[in-house]
């Protein structure tokens, strides 16, 4: 009966085995260094741009709340949803974003509302002034041009909690006056404040954002008995205190054919900043500051035309993405391709710029690699061939050139198991012709050493 042989495996697929083998061995390296820094790369990109943002805003119907409003519009182009909250005012919007439980991202803040919060210069981040809210004092009789001459008289500073009143009561104690003191602080602002000082309840009201309304100037400028205050000392405010500016009131700025005001009326004002969070994204920086371009870029009564949105750094830095906006605008991608295209489009190409940096390099490096790793299994070997084809010249012992011819045997029975990728098999067989190059030099020297000494054999045995 006719004994079943197994098959051997083909010494192609040995091959094939071998030159895969080798191929990972080379590659592995480099894919474990590619994979570190891609994963450290994903790690330091900016994820997407969220869908949807919130911004803290004012009080319903107040010029904080509607700007706010104006933003949602032109963010929703975008496709951006801004979700705006309404609350008490500035104050309640720091408290808000400084509140790592409230999920606000943004903020429309007065300057000089961060007293008694819990600020620092890492917290938060400013996107720029976007416009003025001036202060604005009106008083019955003439002449005053200074907050100190208001001593002893009865004021209207604002509402408890808003931001008029927290200014108020920093520019009073300035000027010497004090809560508690001979001088009455009445809590009321805006349309309020100024019925109290035409009907005789106040001596002076001072006026902040939204209450000093252009409409509202004019009613009481045009109330016998009743001024607008000069500040005479309004370079001073603005070296004393950061967050503010000094702007003027051009003559017949609010009513050109009567002339009102008559002459240049010096102000002092904080300018309303959008304050984030630093973990704001930067897509939605640049966006956020287009639409301030847009909203507030008019001019108007208390602003040039351009002036806003501004980015000087009054209480809180300009964040960089916004410094880098102001000074260069808007990336060639988000210039030319829609907003959520470019967006992944800029991903994208962070992501390639250090995949093109590790393999430009790698594809020229791994081949050679590769090959220096094939060939020096090969070359190990004439290590050996040197040192043997030289023991031949130097040995002359029959049991020297043994030892020689069992080296070189032993070298020859190592290559049976070599296994070798195809495309390198010339240098294989240069190998063995090397060593059978060797071997016939080995004997050679070995028949010259034989017939050297027979002569001397002879000779003794005569």
Sequence with gaps: MKRYRPLRPH???DHASTHLRDIVITFAPFVVIFVVTMLLVVWLVDPAPPRSITMSAGPRDSSLYLTAVEYRKIL???GIK???LVSDGSVQ???RLLDPRQHVDLALVQGGSSDGLATSSSSLVSLGSVFYAPVVVFYRGRGLTRLSQL?????AIG??????RMLSLKLLAANGIEPGESTTLLPSDGLQAATQLVAGEADAAILNGDSATRGLMLRLLKVPGISVMDFAEANAYTRLFSYLDEIDLPPGVLDLGRRIPPETVHLISPTVEIVARPTLHPAISDLIIEAAQEIHGMPGIMQQAGQFPSPVAHEYPISDDAKRYYRSGKSLLFRTLPFWIASVVDRLLFLLVPMAVLL????RLIPALYSWRVRSRIYRYYGSLIAIER???DHSTEEERRALFAELDHIEESLDTLRTPLAYADAFYVLREHIGFVRARLTRAARATNRAGSPHADETHA
């Design 11 to 13: 010494p192609a697929n």
């Design 151 to 155: 001593a002893g008289k009865r004021i």
């Design 93 to 95: 919007n720091l408290q």
């Design 82 to 84: 801004l979700n705006v």
């Design 391 to 393: 023991g031949a010249l």
């Design 360 to 363: 430009v390099p790698a594809l």
């Design 159 to 164: 509402r408890e909690g808003s931001g008029t």
């Design 76 to 78: 929703a182009r975008n």
